[in-house]
């Protein structure tokens, strides 16, 4: 557990209980309607129930007052004894409101045995999860994940949609990569093998912009495919210091994957490659400052020239 905000004050406000697991894209598109809830109720008591992989993205300097982590992790057991005690402990904290953000079976169950007074779903990913909280009409008639999360808030009540969502500062990441002039972050991988742009095209990209004038910084995980002849901090960083690399750049270049809404909620300019494995009408950057490039099945459809051409637009019209 993570304190936040409050530092141990008095809460007047509502609690509040926030569950979505993962994975960092969903936590960060969550953020926004989070924010919402901060700006409405800055004395609110913000609990948010998460997985390891979301943490690092979730602010608790002013969003968030606290952070669960879920017991149970992908692959491993987890014993009875430890879930009822989690159950417990929420149940406890007699929460005022509740939202699943995510409408799976295990978020869904997370959030009916909470026992808020008010249990609000943004979808239903099976019969199970479907029978568990309340899913109001409006969350089905919302395309994009942070419009449908804005409207699971409002069937609460009403909220104005911020302008940035409230996200960790990374005032210490961001150290490194300041002073350093303009250049353009790209990640070199996304979280799913048929999300992959692949990497020979990146190179393509890398030296289309190098040739351009421009100076392309390449991030990733430790596992991420490499362009070491190009300028490579891929397997160098932690997610934290990916981001604030995202969030220091002149624009980001990315397939679909965590890095294009870490650039949306920083608000910097985004390029993405889309198939079709995930649709893009919902999980497009959350930003007015985007291309969403997208010619079919494989992100491969998209050439190399028209992701160079994208990023120089772009970069121009946000100058």
């Given amino acids: 557990m993570e304190a936040g905000p409050q530092g141990g004050s008095a809460i007047s406000g509502p609690k509040v209980l926030i569950v979505r697991f993962s994975a960092i894209g969903d936590c960060i598109m969550t953020a926004w309607a989070v924010t919402a809830i901060r700006k409405k109720h800055p004395d609110a008591e913000i609990v948010w129930v998460v997985q390891d992989a979301g943490k690092p993205v979730i ?8 952070i669960i982590l879920y017991p149970r992790k992908k692959g491993q057991k987890t014993s009875f004894g430890e879930m009822a005690r989690f ?27 909470a026992k808020p007074k008010l249990r609000l779903q ?7 999860a479907a029978r568990l909280n309340t899913i109001p009409d409006s969350c089905s008639k919302a395309v994009h994940d942070v419009d449908r999360a804005y409207a ?13 969502p409230i996200m960790p500062s990374l005032e210490d990441e961001r150290g490194q990569f300041k002073d350093q002039g303009d250049f353009i972050s790209l990640q070199t991988d996304s979280g799913h093998p ?11 990209v890398v030296k289309g912009l190098q040739n351009l004038g421009h100076r392309v910084v390449l991030i990733g ?7 070491p002849e190009f300028e490579s901090l891929v397997g160098e960083l932690t997610l934290r210091e990916s981001f604030a690399c995202v969030a220091e750049s002149r624009l980001h270049i990315a397939a679909d994957t965590g890095t294009i809404h870490a650039a949306a909620a920083y608000g910097v300019p985004v390029v993405t490659v889309f198939g079709d494995e995930m649709p893009k009408e919902q999980f497009y950057p ?13 992100p491969s459809l998209v050439s190399p020239e028209e992701i160079v051409q ?3 637009e772009l970069m121009e019209e946000t100058a």
Avoid: M
Wanted: charged share 35%; glycine share 4%.
């Fill in 152 to 164: 699971l808030v409002r069937a609460w009540e009403e909220i104005d949609e911020p302008v940035k």
């Fill in 122 to 128: 943004s979808r239903a990913t099976d019969a199970f």
């Fill in 221 to 227: 995980g430790p596992n991420s495919p490499d362009l």
């Fill in 286 to 298: 959350w930003t007015e400052q985007r291309r969403v490039l997208y010619k079919g099945e494989q």
């Fill in 59 to 66: 602010d608790t300097a002013e969003l968030v007052d606290e």
């Fill in 310 to 312: 994208a990023a120089v």
């Fill in 87 to 113: 159950h417990r402990d929420l149940r406890s904290r007699s929460f005022d409101v509740g939202f699943d953000f995510q409408g799976h079976t295990k978020t869904a169950l997370t959030l009916r045995l």
């Fill in 194 to 204: 048929n999300k992959i742009y692949p990497i020979e095209l990146w190179a393509e």
